[in-house]
């Protein structure tokens, strides 16, 4: 079993920043992919940025030049720096990580999701 912990989430003027943080553990052979979705209320969940082990981070165009993700690979932890905030960005934002576990089968996991509201 693995678990995603996040935090950081919570309320920003326009132009303000955050910082996300999330955090896997348990049964942990290696993680692949770790990034950020996000689901803004009546929309889809959207892929924000996401890293591989190795570096090379994609991000969606809407947080091109905004948002930063990184990684720690120690921790299996990721991060994702919010900078400019618009209200448009605001929405549930959760963590994903793919795992591979102890017995070598691979998974997609999700963090339980952190609120960011952006508004005066």
């Known amino acids: 079993q693995v678990q995603l912990v996040e935090s950081g989430g919570g309320l920003v003027q326009p132009g303000g920043s955050l910082r996300l943080s999330c955090a896997a553990s348990?049964?942990?052979?290696?993680?692949?992919?770790m990034g950020w979705y996000r689901q803004a209320p009546g929309k889809q969940r959207e892929l924000v940025a996401r890293?591989?082990?190795?570096?090379?981070?994609n991000y969606a165009d809407s947080v091109k030049g905004r948002f930063t993700i990184s990684r720690d690979n120690a921790k299996n932890a990721v991060t994702l720096q919010l900078n400019s905030l618009k209200p448009e960005d605001t929405a549930v934002y959760y963590c994903?990580?793919?795992?591979?576990?102890?017995?070598?089968?691979?998974?997609?996991?999700w963090g339980q999701g952190t609120q960011v509201t952006v508004s005066l």
């Open positions: 890293i591989r082990s190795g570096g090379n981070p």
């Open positions: 348990g049964s942990i052979r290696s993680i692949n992919v």
């Open positions: 994903n990580a793919e795992v591979t576990v102890h017995n070598g089968l691979t998974f997609l996991y």
